[in-house]
């Protein structure tokens, strides 16, 4: 069976029972039919209040393009930990349209650990991207507009930032023409990028509270005057009504897993191109649920799990009490070309890495039907060399039965007192955050700036930006900006091609490498097999 099949073969509880099973009063959730809510703003303020659980952090090793079961496995030890006797709520972002008709499919776990009804998750949930998307185009309206009717803001426009955003992946809008036409305003060029690129998505995401994403979404900025100062979504007056299409999309959405356990689906952030991790509202209401939070961080540790735990970490003012590292036979064998015993090299990377910042981590061996018993051991052995320790799982196949013995050493190792360091300090200069980054989380010399990065570097330590936190847009394939570069490679620079400052979201994006923030479809996309049949069931979904 597919994903699809178990999902719509699955008995799913009313929403209700699902908000009881969480310890919700009636008034802190709205139900959005027979499966699905927001949590209200009552429930908001009480869970975020008392935030007492136990945070763990799931990343992973460096991905094959068919992914790892990174967010399967965090669903999988969710289920475990609830099997085994503790309360668990699983803690996930909330899917792109542009994976699912793309070539990645949906985001909603796999095989028996899924986060349901998945259809209607991977398919304009609840209205957040939407919103997301239609507030982030009000700003590009608003701002021509502004440009239109006399500039009053005096906005260059060879200097306009602001892109458009749609949640679909089309390579044909990374680079377009607008204003064309009599009265249609300067011609000049833009483009666009998906909405889990938005800037919006990743203010959203980070906020705390609605005051706290009003406030990020005044600072956005738009563009740069003549003078090269700064136009924000304040001054074209855009601030006020983008915050009243998203009041609703803040609020985290409440489902369940295929065992019937409350999840919360909340966010949407590429891990890639973006901080990659569920939002700081849902991850902190899921800490006053329950005794423990199970949240994933998009690709590897050198990407969603980097920014978790140098961006997002600090701001949600908790630190996570274990590291599990999603491991799999088949990327490792990927990663050293065919051979597993070379591509172990990569795990090895990625432990050093985690290890780097304190808390217990725990190797997650997400095993295959075909994987062989002498390969697993391979790994968990390779694993142990560095004082982890490793177990393996079998999330699809087994749900939380088949994590039980991950989510009782997790239980564990959660017990063990840990501190916490960062790679970097924020305070830090710009140069220097990416040099730490380079040297302790991919494994490089140096860094080597674009002259067009260069310029931007300048203006950002002439604005004062400089101390905010570094977002690393690069390949998920490589532990270095070149994708082909597998396993644990040395010896390289990483190479910034761009600066870009997002005020709103408040960190400052680095993009290196080919990176794309918007993505394009395969030969054959995912879309290519999705349809409705003759009773209007949707099948090809993945």
């Known amino acids: 069976m597919n994903n699809l099949d178990i999902a719509q073969s699955a008995k799913l509880l009313p929403i209700n029972e699902i908000a009881k099973r969480a310890g919700l009063a009636e008034e802190e959730y709205e139900p959005l039919g027979r499966y699905k809510a927001k949590l209200t703003n009552e429930g908001i303020s009480r869970l975020t209040t008392a935030d007492t659980g ?28 609830n099997t085994v006797g503790s309360t668990a709520v699983a803690a996930i972002r909330e899917p792109s349209l542009g994976p699912v008709f793309g070539i990645k499919g949906g985001a909603c776990g796999g095989g028996y650990s899924q986060i349901l009804p998945m259809e209607e998750i991977n398919l304009f949930f609840n209205g957040d991207f939407p919103a997301i998307t239609t507030a982030h185009n009000l700003l590009s309206a608003m701002a021509d507009s502004s440009i239109h009717f006399g500039n009053p803001h005096g906005i260059d426009t060879t200097k306009i930032w602001w892109p458009r955003t749609m949640d679909m992946v089309d390579r044909s809008l990374r680079e377009i023409v607008v204003g064309l036409g009599d009265g249609n305003g300067p011609v000049r060029s833009g483009g666009f990028v998906i909405t889990a690129a938005s800037e919006i998505m990743a203010a959203l995401g980070l906020a705390r509270s609605l005051e706290d994403l009003v406030s990020r979404l005044k600072r956005i900025i738009v563009g740069l005057r003549r003078d ?12 006020g009504p983008m915050s009243v299409l998203l009041k609703d999309a803040l609020r985290p959405n409440l489902v369940q897993t295929m065992a019937g356990h409350p999840a919360l689906v909340h966010g949407g952030p590429f891990g890639n191109i973006a901080h990659g991790c569920s939002s700081i509202l849902g991850t902190k209401c899921g800490l006053g649920m329950a005794d423990f939070v199970v949240t994933e961080a998009g690709f590897g540790s050198d990407l969603g799990g980097e920014k978790f735990l140098n961006i997002l970490s600090p701001q ?109 300090q924020w305070s830090d200069s710009i140069p220097h955050k990416l040099e730490k980054l380079c040297q302790r989380v991919y494994g490089g010399i140096g860094v080597q700036f674009s002259k067009a990065a260069k310029r931007r570097l300048d203006w950002i330590e002439k604005h004062g930006d400089s101390e905010l936190p570094v977002c690393v847009a690069k390949t998920q394939y490589s532990l270095s900006d070149d994708a082909s570069l597998l396993g644990a490679p040395s010896g390289f620079d990483l190479n910034v091609r761009d600066l870009e400052v997002r005020a709103g979201a408040g960190f400052i994006v680095a993009v290196c490498g080919d990176v794309m923030l918007m993505p394009g479809m395969g030969k054959v996309p995912a879309a290519a097999n999705i349809f409705l049949d003759e009773n209007g069931v949707i099948q090809g979904l993945r």
Not at 59 to 75: D, L, N, V, Y
Not at 228 to 239: I, K, L, Q, W
Not at 326 to 351: F, K, M, P
Request: charged share 20%.
């Open 228 to 239: 090269g100062t700064p136009v924000t979504a304040e001054d074209v007056s855009a601030a």
């Open 316 to 424: 949600l003012g908790k630190l996570p009490d274990a590291i599990v590292l999603v491991a799999t036979v088949r990327a490792l064998t990927h990663s050293g070309n065919g051979d597993l015993q070379h591509g172990l090299a990569n795990l090895g990377a990625h432990i050093k890495h985690v290890m780097q910042y304190g808390p217990p981590v725990v190797v997650a061996i997400n095993r295959f039907a075909h994987d062989t018993d002498r390969d697993v051991e391979t790994v968990r052995a390779y694993a142990e060399v560095f004082g982890c320790k490793a177990v393996a799982c079998d999330p699809w196949g087994g749900g939380g039965e088949g994590c039980t013995d991950l989510a009782e050493l997790v239980r564990d190792e959660t017990s063990k007192e840990s501190t916490f360091e960062t790679i970097y």
């Open 54 to 81: 136990k945070l763990i952090l799931v990343t992973a090793i460096s991905p094959t393009p068919a992914g790892e079961g990174k967010t399967t496995t965090s669903i999988g030890l969710a289920d475990g930990l």
